[in-house]
């Protein structure tokens, strides 16, 4: 089976921009979550979906959000960007409660 | 409030056992897990403990769980070189089943 898959995997931008980042999850899971890696925060959760609904929300500002399509894909998406957003972006998939499996990730750099 | 806490650093010779600790402090927590992660790649993977057992082995590795003190382990033996990587502990509790909350991590580095 394939695994997770992120794209892209490097993404530039600047202030004020929007960024859409994809997800696709191993074939069969249904849940994806998404996660935030920064060096001062460490790994934090965003969100998590399952069956196209978003089912549990970390603690960010409404400027991130997320969807997920009817074939488990997710895509997650920063508005007006700002520079402490420049982090190390995970997706993982998971088909039931006891594991996730984590994509490479798309590193955003926001300039 | 959930916190999961690691130390920042540990450093053994190839061929040694390497012991990375945890500790947590949710006591709902349902799962912990230990991941790996190499220079610029994802989290992978490497294994999870149910919260109602104490020990868990898989080839080269073992988790402990003392869950009296909150306190997780993995023990990695006859640590290799390609072993060096950040290792992160994490844990999912009864009220979010899929949200990972993991600690700060720990760099093993393994010396020749």
């Known amino acids: 089976k394939a695994g997770v898959t992120q794209t892209p995997r490097y993404l530039i931008k600047t202030r004020g921009q929007q960024v859409t980042l994809s997800c696709s999850p191993i074939?069969?899971?249904?849940?994806v979550s998404w996660y935030q890696q920064t060096p001062g925060q460490g790994l934090q959760f965003l969100f998590e979906?399952?069956?196209?609904?978003?089912?549990n929300k970390g603690n960010f500002p409404g400027r991130f959000s997320g969807r997920q399509f009817s074939n488990s894909r997710s895509e997650m998406n920063v508005s007006t960007l700002e520079l402490g957003d420049s982090a190390l972006y995970l997706c993982?998939?998971?088909?039931?409660?006891?594991?996730?499996?984590f994509g490479p990730g798309t590193r955003l750099l926001v300039l | 409030g959930e916190d999961v806490e690691q130390s920042l650093f540990l450093s053994v010779r190839e061929g040694d056992s390497s012991v990375i600790n945890c500790t947590y402090t949710?006591?709902?927590?349902?799962?912990l897990y230990w991941y790996k992660q190499e220079p610029g790649a994802g989290l992978q993977l490497l294994t999870y403990?149910?919260?109602?057992?104490d020990m868990k082995q898989d080839q080269r590795l073992t988790v402990l769980l003392n869950k009296k003190d909150k306190h997780l382990s993995l023990r990695i033996a006859d640590t290799q070189t390609g072993d060096s990587a950040i290792y992160f502990c994490?844990?999912?509790?009864?009220?979010?089943?899929?949200?990972?909350?993991f600690g700060s991590g720990t760099q093993l580095t393994v010396l020749p």
């Open positions: 993982a998939s998971s088909s039931d409660k006891e594991t996730q499996y």
């Open positions: 074939s069969g899971h249904r849940s």
């Open positions: 979906y399952f069956s196209e609904t978003q089912r």
């Open positions: 949710d006591s709902s927590s349902t799962y």
């Open positions: 403990i149910f919260s109602n057992m």
């Open positions: 994490a844990e999912t509790t009864s009220g979010s089943a899929r949200q990972l909350t």
